[in-house]
């Protein structure tokens, strides 16, 4: 069972870049994102439903970022657009294979890719 998420990188501030999640091993439900600045505590970016049909973000990332999922390829994406400096760190995507509804909190989702890093530069 495995998410290996994808397309970190470095990124001028306003720019925009999308993530990717691919999910192998198992079908995960509810999906999200969450990400770790340096010295900081991992956070909810945005979430998905099982069926897709519902999302929920954090107030930071809201009307810049767009959670989506396309189940026939068992891929996860999050499209960020409007980037800043504070958006920089290693985002992770994260799989519930119990609950089909999104959550904020991390104890809900008990599978985790290895993350990937979005650095940006001002």
């Known amino acids: 069972v495995q998410l290996q998420a994808s397309g970190g990188g470095l990124v001028q501030a306003g720019g925009s870049r999308r993530l990717s999640c691919a999910a192998s091993?198992?079908?995960?439900?509810?999906m999200g994102w969450f990400r770790q600045a340096p010295g900081k505590e991992r956070e909810f970016v945005a979430a998905?439903?099982?069926?897709?049909?519902?999302?929920g973000y954090a107030d930071s990332v809201k009307g810049r970022f767009t959670i989506s999922r396309d189940n026939a390829k068992d891929t996860l994406y999050l499209e960020m657009s409007s980037l800043k400096p504070e958006d920089t760190g290693a985002y992770y995507c994260?799989?519930?294979?119990?609950?089909?509804?999104?959550?904020?909190?991390?104890?809900?989702?008990?599978?985790w890719g290895q993350g990937t890093l979005v650095t940006v530069s001002s």
């Open positions: 091993g198992r079908t995960f439900y509810a």
């Open positions: 994260a799989g519930s294979s119990w609950s089909s509804r999104w959550d904020q909190q991390r104890s809900r989702y008990n599978y």
């Open positions: 998905i439903s099982g069926s897709g049909g519902s999302t």
